[in-house]
């Protein structure tokens, strides 16, 4: 099974820290944009909100005609649903991230296992992040490929196999600094 060539792997402890560092800094980053968006989104509901409130007074005392207040409020109405759905679409992206965020540490922590867990589609990203291909010969895999990418965390020992029996996959391409291969990391990940 696909499976089992995640079992025996694990990524080293100071790189595990290294990419924890890094998913919070961008998700904070990105929670503070979010709340900025937010503030500023609710903040114009509140303009909108006032401004209905005192059409709606206007209209109590006479001084704004029923045919003008029923435009503002039309007006006023559909940017309050605009900006509704619009704060909706924010935090379902703020959703998503935090679910990312929650992948990238489960990942970190228990690949194998974070592995299992993950929807069809996710696995098939796993499996793109960490293998190139595979050969298989009577339904068994015989040979993998690490892509380029995870070739690069093997050879700078950022990816350990817990298993000493099991041999590292086919090398290919040059080496990358740590630091290159969290910012590549991260860019598949969090972007």
């Known amino acids: 099974m696909i499976s089992e060539r995640f079992k025996h792997l694990q990524f080293e402890a100071q790189f595990i820290n290294l990419v924890i560092d890094r998913a919070k800094a961008i998700f904070q980053a990105r929670r503070n944009d979010y709340t900025v968006k937010k503030q500023g989104l609710i903040n114009q509901r509140t303009v909108l909100e006032s401004k209905l409130l005192v059409a709606q007074d206007r209209l109590l005392d006479g001084t704004l005609p029923k045919d003008d207040y029923t435009t503002l409020a039309d007006k006023v109405k559909i940017q309050l649903a605009k900006i509704t759905e619009t704060i909706n679409e924010l935090e379902e992206a703020q959703e998503i991230q935090i679910d ?10 228990n690949i194998y296992q974070t592995y299992l ?7 098939r990203h796993y499996l793109g992040f960490f293998w190139n291909k595979f050969e298989a010969q009577d339904g068994v895999i015989i040979k993998s490929y690490p892509s380029p990418l995870f070739d690069e965390l093997l050879k700078l020992n950022q990816i350990i196999y817990k298993n000493d029996k ?6 290919a391409g040059g080496f990358l600094q740590p630091s290159t291969v969290i910012k590549t990391a991260s860019r598949l990940w969090l972007y």
């Open 166 to 171: 099991t041999k590292n996959p086919q090398y």
């Open 100 to 109: 990312v965020t929650q992948e990238i540490l489960g990942l970190t922590k």
């Open 117 to 123: 867990d993950a929807s069809p589609t996710l696995k």
